[in-house]
Every structure is written in structure tokens, then in C-alpha cells.
């Protein structure tokens, strides 16, 4: 078995070899991925990376102790036993201590200051502090990239990244996760943490239908007025009618963070008679993004098969599950993306192939990689 692995581990064509031989064993047949994301430990300790906010935290702590011992010396001093003589030195110690681990952190600030995301991990430098989605459970380490096909399990396509969210790697992941099933058109799932227009307007344009919820950040709604939901666009005079009946004509189009927006309003509102359901301002304005219809027919495709979600949760969490357990508490032994790519490598290839031997047996699969 290892010897007919071998050329697949080793080639640097080991992905194309695994889905060639998915595609041949009809495993990728229903064209629809999960895609997820998880946060995998780096060798580097928490104590060894440092942002802006921890350095600070670190020097404020060093700070306060030097204060808390010199107003201990001072109290000492003013007794003359030798107790007291000696509690002086060992105090004068402890500050001097602190006083040399101030210079050190000092030096890394000024390192951490001049490093482009303001960060910096002295055992593996391209590990970064990452939230994890339990309450003060951040760590050092990295996010890890998936596209699960829904129908066997299989990773179909991974990637390791040092970056925290997952905002901008739903078109990465769908696009690696086409090309690996070979089909013309994909679908696919992922939680609302990849939500951004123009990722999914990207995948719309290469033949890739998504399915993931938008994020509630409607301030109105969170305060209990209406929300941009309650207003509907009507394309064919390209304007919006209001809970309250009222018609909000098109005003002007600006650019917000790179993107082209409409806005609009109705002249109706200072008369409205639930305007204090709407709106504290004078009118109420909606913005719509010139790609707007993309996202309105992603929330009608998911309105209408809201089980999509429940596929994700099921088909993302057995490998992650899976692997993280054959990885121990640590996760990655090895250090820098490069590497800890390599190493995610084989964890995904050794997943792949335990899946693929559970769901077709060991023979049939050595023989169709003899084939
Ligand atoms: S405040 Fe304006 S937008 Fe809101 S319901 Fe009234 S008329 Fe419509």
C-alpha cells in the first residue's frame, strides 16, 4: 500500500492524482461542497505572539509591579531590621528583573510596530492570534480551509491561511473546489462568516451557485423598526415600496468602500404615520449595491431550501472532527505556512483515503490506483 501511495505523496501533482481518481471512482458525483472553516494550533505558545493591545497589556502589568515593589522598598526601608534590609534586596532584584523584561518587550515593539499587520510570533513567524468562536478562547495558530463534498465526506479541496476570518475565501475555495470535481456548474454551502457581495458575485460569474445566510447588521432592525427586508425592490421602475405603502424613488449613486451604491428615499416621510417604526431621521434611506440582485437571489434560493444549512453543519464538522482529533491537543508540528501546508497535506490526503477505503473497501481502491 505505502509503495503505491509513495508517488502520489511525493509528487507535486498529488491533488490532481486524488481527483482523477475521485472523478474515476464517481465519488464527486453530486457537484455540491460544504465550504468551512476551523482554527488549528501552531507550535508557536500564546506567550510568544504579540499584537499591538497584548504588548501594551504586557507593559502596563511590568509597569504597575515596579510601582507595587518601590512603594513596598520604601516601606522597608523605614524599618531598620535586618528582615527588613533584606527584603530591600530581594525587592531590588524583582525590579531589576522587570526592568531588563521592559527593555526586551520594547526592542519586539519596535518590531511588532514596523511588521504590516502589527503583529509578530517569535517561534513560528507566520502564525497569528486568531478569535476562536468560544468566549476568550483565541489562539496562536491557523485557519484552515475546507470544501467537503456533501454527498461522501471527502475534502475536496484545502487550503491553510494565516488570516483570521473567513470573509474573502468563499470564491478561493469554490473555484480550487470546481476545478477538482471537474464539473461545469458547482453548488455550494458555507456559513454566514463568508458573507461578502463581491465574493459571491464572483462565484455567480464562474457557474457557482452559493447558498450561505446574510448577517443581521441591520442597526433599525436590532433597535425594532423596520428592516431593508421589509422594503421591496421593484426592477422594473428601479425603486422601493415602503411598509408604509410609499414609493422610494432613486436619488443618486456613490461609492462606499469601493463598491457603487443607489440610494433612495421617499419625499412621504416627514408625513408618515409609522415613521417612528421606520426611521429617528428626517427620511428613511435604503442603499442598494449595484449587484444587488445577486444576494436577492441567493436569500430567495435559500428561503426556498433552508435544509442547505443543515447539510453544511453535517458535512464540515466530520473532517475537521476528524482530523483535529488525529492531530492531538498541539494540531501542527511544523512551523511556517509553507510547511504547515504540507503537513495539512497529508493529514488531508490520510483522511481521504481512510474515507474512501470505508466507502468502497481497500482492494477496489489499490486497484483503481494500479488502473
Ligand atoms: S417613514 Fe418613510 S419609508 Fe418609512 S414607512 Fe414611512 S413613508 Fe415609508
Redesign the pocket.
Known sequence: MTRLLKPLVLGQNYEFARDMLCRKLNLFADAFVAIDGSKFKAVNNRDRNFTKAKMRRRLQQIDESIERYLGQMASADRQESEVAQTKVQRLEDKIKALKKEMSRLKKLEVRLLEAPDQQISLTDPDARSMATSGRGTGMVGYNVQTAVDTKNHLVVAHEVTNVGHDRAQLFNMAQQAKEAVGAEELEVVADRGYFKGEEILECENAGITTYLPKPQTSGSQAEGR?GKRDFRYIPEDDEYE???G?R?IWRFRTQEKGQTMNKYW?S??PR?K??SQ??PSP??RVTRWEHESVLENLEARLDKEPERMRVRRQTSEHPFGTLKSWMGSTHFQMKTLKHVNTEMSLHVLAYNLKRVINILGARPLIEAIRA
Do not use: D, M, N, V
Open positions: 423596520f415602503c411598509p408604509g410609499e422610494l421617499s412621504a416621510c408618515c409609522i415613521k421606520c426611521t427620511y428613511r
